[in-house]
């Protein structure tokens, strides 16, 4: 059990520190209008992800971490909305960023996401999961819990909050113990940007 934790907090690079994010995010996202078509819900996109997953680990062997970060480029990444994920770890620096630093920014939190997960996923060791019923938190916005299992201990539990977009239901942020992925990244590129003295973002 501790593995896999160790798998799914890494995947959203968690400090020691117990960050959260207010409700809204000061950035919140769209309020739009459910579309006319029949589309998924957060607790079935959620169990359809983690199936994926779990399936590739228990079925390959073995992986490499590039078949491994493959894998989770194809399977994984359309459930999450990176630009969001920037938007609020930028924060009131998002205003004064051009489309460009908006794009990059998103695709760096994209890449170490993925692969730090795709590092740690090596390590997996054929755990179960428990989803719990969905619980919504604001007009547009649901959480999803997920308890990682193990034997005579309590399941570790992992929240994963969706907002509904123009594409569907997206994930927008993921909490572990209550450390949220997004609160870490503000704090994370805050201080890069203090350290390179308001320079741009890096990694």
Do not use: C
Not at 58 to 70: C, G, H, K, L, V
């Amino acid at each position: 059990m501790k593995r896999i934790l160790i798998t799914l907090t890494s995947l959203f690079l968690f400090a020691a520190t117990a960050l959260q994010a207010a409700p809204g995010y000061n950035y919140p996202p769209s309020r739009l209008q459910a579309p006319t078509y029949q589309e998924a819900g957060p607790d079935t996109l959620l169990r359809e992800g983690m199936t994926k997953l779990l399936r590739y680990l228990r079925t390959n062997e073995n992986p490499q971490p590039q078949q491994i970060s493959a894998f989770l480029e194809r399977e994984v990444a359309p459930y999450f909305d990176f630009a969001y994920m920037a938007t609020w770890a930028a924060g009131p620096m998002n205003r004064q960023m051009n489309e460009q630093q908006r794009l990059q920014l998103a695709q760096t939190i994209k890449e170490l996401l993925l692969g730090t997960l795709a590092k740690r996923l090596a390590s997996y060791d054929n755990q179960d999961v428990r989803f719990y019923r969905p619980r919504r938190t604001g007009d547009n916005e649901v959480k999803m819990r997920v308890g990682i299992l193990r034997a005579g201990g309590y399941p570790a539990t992992i929240d994963f909050r969706f907002y509904r977009s123009e594409a569907g239901w997206k994930v927008f942020d993921v909490s572990a113990n209550g450390n949220s992925a997004v609160a870490y990244y503000r704090r994370h590129f805050a201080n890069q940007r203090e350290a390179q003295g308001g320079r741009s973002f890096r990694r």
